[in-house]
């Protein structure tokens, strides 16, 4: 006998949960149109050197990669934005920037599993790429503030953390870490809010810095104002990026959203700017989505650099979350007509009647099963449909079928030509 449970870490997606997955991607969907993203996708298979970055990024050991029959070193994608950047690069001259992407990837790591993180999830993604200015990181943050809502979540259910990779770079600067040294400390500080001081400050040892930095840049970790950090800081470009992100999203209208947690990093090495996630205003859960600015990815494979920023938003922490507050919307089968031959001469009938219905946009289904009255309508009412059509052999002979409302338990006879115009 083969095992018939998913590979681990994977989900199989039974009808009923397929509804909720088409639900939730439809919001993602509608959002990102309504805030004129267009959609692009690519394939799950990618080159695997597109992943290896020097930083160290935890995603670079979490891949799923193998040797194909050519010896090509592939992998299947763990995020979309590498691929996202190899679009951009390959059509570089012909795009009109900036360009709003979205897309909605399953992606594959080999995660140590945990609530909220499988190896398999799908990932909507939203990117801005060719806007250098926060105007950019604006416009991200509403849409997926907006999803947030459209969810069914409000205002104070969730909350925006956001950092600036710039303000955790000019901090390293003041305590005189390298700047070669200063991506592998952010993807070391990235595991802060999971691993033990001690551990932490024995990981940024080896990485190069002393105790006496470690010091230091616990203490400057330990602020959360951000003017009280602004006084201590020499280089104040990310502070004054960050509040003048603040300042837009005010004007737009979307205040109180937005926190400042110098917490944030994120673990992937690309990012250059801007840092968020979005989480239970009490941090609750795994991030339920997040992003930021990565100036700089695309040079690092070789092109010009173009500034960008999104974010990629999991379906796994966030159904978690819908679970939690009893949030799922009611997503029944929609069928209207159920159609139900008694004999088996009846069933070219039938089927004519339902493609007939169909056509006219009905959404119809037959039962074959040919069982007797009484079973056949319990089979109808739990099929979910609106109505029953009942092919009985005397109402056939006058050209007429016997429908029955399911809901009100009422039937009447009905000419097939009525029915059916
Ligand atoms: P990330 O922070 O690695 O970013 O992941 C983004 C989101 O994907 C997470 O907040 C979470 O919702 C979901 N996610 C990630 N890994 C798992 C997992 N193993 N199981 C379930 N959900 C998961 C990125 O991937 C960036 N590429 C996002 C981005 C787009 N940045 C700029 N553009």
């Known amino acids: 006998m083969i095992d018939l449970q998913p590979v681990k870490g994977t989900r199989d997606f039974f009808p009923e949960e397929m509804r909720l997955r088409n639900w939730l991607f439809e919001v993602w969907r509608s959002v990102s149109v309504q805030s004129g993203f267009e959609e692009y996708d690519t394939c799950v298979l990618e080159h695997e050197d597109l992943y290896i970055r020097k930083a160290g990024d935890e995603i670079s050991k979490q891949l799923f990669s ?54 398999e999830h799908f990932q909507w993604n939203a990117d801005i790429i060719g806007q250098p200015e926060m105007v950019a990181e604006a416009e991200i943050l509403m849409l997926l503030i907006s999803a947030c809502e459209s969810m069914g979540l409000t205002a104070n259910e969730f909350q925006v953390f956001i950092n600036d990779r710039r303000i955790l770079n000019a901090i390293l600067t003041q305590i005189n870490v390298p700047v070669e040294l200063h991506s592998t400390v952010l993807v070391i500080l990235d595991k802060r809010d999971k691993i033990s001081a001690k551990d932490l400050g024995e990981m940024l040892e080896d990485a190069g810095l002393s105790a006496k930095q470690v010091g230091q840049l616990n203490e400057f970790l330990s602020e959360s104002d951000l003017n009280e950090l602004k006084e201590n800081l020499t280089d104040t470009t990310g502070i004054e990026q960050l509040q003048h992100l603040m300042e837009l999203m005010d004007t737009a209208g979307y205040s109180g959203y937005l ?26 859960h795994r991030a339920i989505c997040g992003g930021g600015r990565y100036d700089s990815l695309l040079s690092t494979f070789g092109g010009e650099t ?61 039962n074959f099963s040919m069982k007797k009255m009484k079973k056949s309508m319990r089979q109808a009412n739990e099929s979910g449909a609106a109505k029953a059509i009942l092919l009985f052999p005397e109402e056939l002979s006058e050209d007429k079928v016997v429908i029955r409302d399911l809901q009100l338990h009422e039937q009447k006879p009905v000419k097939i030509s009525d029915l059916i115009s």
């Open 259 to 284: 926190k400042f947690d110098i917490s944030i990093v994120r673990g992937l090495s690309y990012y250059t700017g801007a840092v968020f996630e979005v989480n239970s205003p009490e941090k609750k």
């Open 66 to 119: 193998f040797e194909d029959k050519s010896g090509r070193r592939l992998s299947l994608r763990p995020e979309m934005t590498p691929s996202l950047a190899r679009l951009v690069l390959q059509h570089n001259k012909s795009l009109s920037f900036p360009i709003k992407w979205f897309s909605m990837p399953q992606c594959f790591r080999y995660e140590r599993m945990t609530k909220g993180r499988r190896r």
């Open 306 to 366: 173009v500034p960008a920023v999104g974010f990629g938003f999991g379906d796994v922490v966030v159904l978690d979350v819908l679970q939690e507050l009893n949030r799922f919307p009611e997503l029944q089968k929609k069928l209207d007509y159920t159609i139900i031959p008694f004999a088996s001469e009846q069933v070219g009938i039938a089927l004519k009647i339902a493609s007939e219905l169909r056509m006219k946009g009905s959404v119809v289904d037959c």
